[in-house]
């Protein structure tokens, strides 16, 4: 993905943050730009797939994404920068072929949308899971 791409991406996820809405053009755009991962993360959002824990008191945030096999497996993830699933590393770090997986797009798309289901856990607890990636 070049650098204009990732720049309309950009100004299109500021857009639905700002509204907390998503248009039919905006849809249209970041279908575009991700295909079928964005597809697949918009399925994981309107199943509710995606949990943001927070640690109190200091906010830090992760969030946790459901998969779509049958065994439902949740992975860990940072929305712009990391997932510990296998596609992250391999399409994305390895093969450079995406910018993120559907996993970090579901994370994006809900936290621009309000539609996250909020965890809150101490700082501790967060640590400990955090540690485990």
Known sequence: MNSRSILVAESVWRDIESTRSVSDDQL??????????????????DQRGVKRISGEPSGRSVFQVMGESRTKEEYFCFAEHYCACYSFFYDIVNRGEQLCCKHQLAARLAASLGACVDVKVSDKQLALLLSKL
Do not use: P
């Open 28 to 45: 249209s755009i970041l279908h575009f730009l991700f295909a079928k991962n964005f597809e697949r993360a918009t399925r994981i959002v």
